[in-house]
């Protein structure tokens, strides 16, 4: 079996925290480039708890060229891993086939866990390990998708939200489902329906096969595959710039959460992530909150 691959997605521009980012740091850098929750950094500190299963040699990076330095500021001590500049933002679906196309033409067939880079993680052995068994499963079933899901505590809005289907015989130590359907930022009711119904936050960290994330992206943002499948041609010669300026100044924006995940029909599922584990910190609010956590020694939630 072919070790996995770690795509960190660290190309957001943070707007809704700049006004906190700027009031902490002086600057309105994005958060991914805060050491919001400790001395490290957020990217610093998903790298780190990555390196503890996926080596750094086989971690892909998805930033901005407009984000250059802060990039070379956290990555200056691994130099061996991918950095992928895109030259605008495109959307996370943009982000997501980038890495899958360099990934499938590096290592054909090889799956990957796909992490976003702006949340707050406790127990990160546990949450590691439970990356590990669905990374595991899409190697062995490669035309899978599974995302991580984690159990709610309260009827968060902010939120995405997926409804767990049936179960998939797997053997695996996490509950796995199929998912029924996701929703996003649902209004109070309906949040505290899905969470009286035992649904899942959307975690978006997800494992696949490179392969089953551009089967995906054929079938639902054809345009925006199709030209991101001709970067890998230019790749390593002078033009490779070029290429890529020009692949995304006529490619389409698009969320690879709604404009594929929701919607492809290739079998997507969801590895149950036990409660306490995980938070988004993607507002000022949640921010503070996980600050305060943190400053305090305790686990989330208190």
Wanted: glycine share 8%; with cysteine.
């Amino acid at each position: 079996m072919k070790s996995p691959w770690a795509v960190v997605l660290a190309g957001g521009e943070g707007v809704r925290l700049r006004p906190l980012t700027r009031r902490l740091f002086g600057q309105p850098r994005p958060k991914q480039f805060c050491p919001l929750l400790g001395p490290r950094t957020l990217l610093r500190q998903t790298l780190d708890r990555i390196e503890s299963t996926i080596p750094v040699e086989r971690t892909v990076v998805v930033g901005m060229e407009s984000h250059a330095e802060f990039l070379a500021r956290d990555l200056g001590e691994r130099p061996r891993a991918t950095v992928l500049k895109q030259p605008i933002g495109r959307g996370t679906a943009a982000a997501v086939l980038l890495a899958a196309q360099w990934i499938e033409a590096h290592d054909p067939g090889a799956p990957a866990v796909f992490f976003p880079c702006d949340h707050f993680i406790a127990r990160e052995g546990e949450f590691m390990a439970q990356v590990a068994e669905v990374a595991g499963f899409v190697q062995r079933r490669r035309q899978w998708i599974v995302l991580l899901g984690a159990q709610p505590d309260e009827p968060e809005v902010e939120y995405g939200w997926i409804r767990p289907g049936p179960a998939v015989e797997c053997g695996l130590h996490w509950p796995l489902h199929r998912v029924a359907r996701f929703q996003e930022k649902p209004s109070r009711e309906a949040a505290q329906a899905m969470w009286r119904d035992g649904c899942l936050w959307n975690t978006f960290v997800f494992a696949a096969s490179a392969a089953a994330v551009l089967d995906a992206g054929r079938e639902c943002v054809p345009s925006l595959t199709g030209r991101l499948a001709r970067l890998p041609a230019f790749w390593g010669s002078e033009h490779e710039a070029w290429a890529m300026h020009h692949a995304y100044a006529l490619a389409p924006t698009a969320s690879f959460s709604r404009g594929v995940l929701e919607i492809c029909t290739g079998p997507v599922a969801v590895s149950t992530l036990p409660a306490g584990i995980w938070r988004d910190i993607g507002s000022p609010e949640r921010a503070i909150r996980a600050m305060a956590r943190v400053a305090g020694g305790r686990a989330w939630p208190s």
